[in-house]
């Protein structure tokens, strides 16, 4: 897996803007990863990544107050559904979760990623 992100380091596998998958600049959602994920159709893209929000605010809203188990489930789930969509950085975020449930500076982190997908969605999805 990670072989083929290295690989697609070059131009001409470039994300709109220039930006290259797995990079530091990359958008919030890797778009190349989720045109691939829905075999480049629009509509399914818009569907998955309105219930990818949808989920994502529901974890957000839940995940602080959660106990232990109910937050590994949680972040489970989210680390999950955003690699599917190509939101790594908070399958990342959810992934260290899952090793360090009581880390308040990791949640916290996740809410922020979580804001920060929800607005690039609603932008790109005008």
């Known amino acids: 897996w990670m072989a ?26 890797d778009l190349a990863h989720l045109a691939r994920q829905t075999m480049g159709d629009r509509a399914l ?13 529901a974890v957000r809203d839940k995940i602080l107050d959660a106990d232990v188990k109910e937050r ?3 972040a489970h789930g989210l680390k999950g559904s955003a690699r599917g969509v190509g939101a790594f950085a908070i399958a990342d ?17 996740l809410g922020v990623l979580i804001e920060e997908v929800r607005d690039f969605i609603a932008a790109i999805s005008r």
């Open 4 to 29: 083929a992100r290295v690989a697609c380091r070059s131009p001409a596998f470039s994300l709109p803007g220039g930006d290259m998958p797995g990079t530091a600049g990359s958008r919030p959602v």
């Open 45 to 57: 893209e818009q569907e998955v990544l309105a219930l990818f929000v949808q989920q994502a605010l």
């Open 72 to 74: 590994l489930l949680l």
């Open 93 to 109: 975020c959810a992934a260290v979760i899952e090793g360090q449930p009581d880390d308040v500076r990791t949640l916290r982190r």
